[in-house]
């Protein structure tokens, strides 16, 4: 039998975790970037489960990434002030972001 959660609000639940994956993307040294959906950055994290690196655009929630450009060393991060669906569509503000990284895309997406 499992445990029941206190809330079924995601923010909530989101809340107590260190890294809430939402978007991810694989690097040509074999480690993850990961958008980081509860706190508001990007972390690049090895194999072993370790941070290596990591990214905060100010004032805006990450919710996805990828790298790319002509020598695959372009991380686009797609941002946004919140997930929160009922601000977002008052809002609509959000962005493609660009980040210099060293380790390239591992193959095509």
């Keep these: ?4 959660p206190a809330t079924t609000k995601v923010p909530e639940l989101l809340a107590g ?9 694989l690097d040509a ?6 958008a980081d959906a509860m706190h508001g950055r990007l972390v690049r994290v090895a194999e072993c489960g ?3 690196e990591e990214l905060r655009p100010p ?12 020598d695959g060393r372009t991380l686009f991060i797609c941002a946004a002030p ?4 009922s601000v977002v569509k008052v809002e609509r503000r959000a962005a493609i972001l660009m980040a210099r990284v060293h380790a390239p ?4 997406p």
């Design 1 to 4: 039998m499992g445990i029941s």
């Design 17 to 25: 975790v260190d890294v809430a994956p939402d978007g991810i993307c």
């Design 29 to 34: 040294e074999g480690a993850v970037w990961v």
């Design 50 to 52: 370790a941070i290596l």
């Design 59 to 70: 004032g805006m929630g990450v919710f996805a990434c990828m790298l790319g450009g002509a």
């Design 82 to 85: 919140t997930f929160e669906e």
């Design 105 to 108: 895309r591992a193959g095509r």
